[in-house]
Every structure is written in structure tokens, then in C-alpha cells.
């Protein structure tokens, strides 16, 4: 059973940038997509971008333009590299599989807080 720890998050300010890793304890290589997904306080967990085993990748349109994800099967690690980042962008980010049907829990996340 794979878990996942999502870590790198931390206090920019807006136009700032960090790139978060989800790292896996098995392989993900049978995964077909992962996903990173954030939750704002008050707000319901959303989805930020996907990628699949092959490397096609897919953003919400809030994010379109500035985030990047990647996937490393060797490292069984997942990341998402954000740029120009936002106040909105504030949330904790998770990562796991996508579409995510309870195959996996989730983690504790990683904090992204972005403020001047």
C-alpha cells in the first residue's frame, strides 16, 4: 500500500515561487495519475493538476500558466513546481492518485501560505 508525504511548502511572498514533492513509500509505476490537490480554509479540496503514467499533464485553469507537474517513477516522487504565486494559492497541498476513489488516505499535506 503506497503513501504519500508532500513536503517543500512553506511562506512566500505573491510572485514568489516553491516547488513542492509528494514523495511515495512503493512504487508508483502502476499508477496511472497522480494528482496534486489543495484545500484552503473553509473551502472543499480541489484539484490543481494531473499527470498521467505517460506524462500527459492537465491544470485548473486558476493555475494554467504557473504551476508544473512532474513525476519521477525512478524516484517514485511526484512534484509541482509553482510560480508567480498568489495570495489565493494559500492552502494546504496534497497529493495521491488521480481520480481519486478512496484507494489511497491521504496525507498530512504541506502548508503553502503566500503573503507579503
Known amino acids: 500500500q503506497v503513501l504519500f508525504v508532500e513536503s517543500g511548502g512553506g511562506l512566500v511572498q505573491p510572485g514568489g515561487s516553491l516547488r513542492l514533492s509528494c514523495a511515495a513509500s512503493?512504487?508508483?509505476?502502476?499508477?496511472?495519475?497522480m494528482g496534486w490537490y489543495r484545500q484552503a480554509p473553509g473551502k472543499e479540496r480541489e484539484l490543481v493538476a494531473t499527470i498521467t503514467r505517460g506524462g500527459t499533464t492537465n491544470y485548473a485553469d486558476s493555475v494554467k500558466g504557473r504551476f508544473t507537474i512532474s513525476r519521477d517513477n525512478a524516484r517514485n516522487t511526484v512534484y509541482l513546481q509553482m510560480n508567480s504565486l498568489r495570495p489565493e494559492d494559500t492552502a494546504v497541498y496534497y497529493c495521491?492518485?488521480?481520480?481519486?476513489?478512496?484507494?489511497?488516505?491521504w496525507g498530512q499535506g504541506t502548508q503553502v501560505t503566500v503573503s507579503s
Open positions: 512503493g512504487s508508483i509505476f502502476s499508477i496511472v495519475a
Open positions: 495521491n492518485d488521480y481520480p481519486h476513489i478512496s484507494r489511497f488516505d
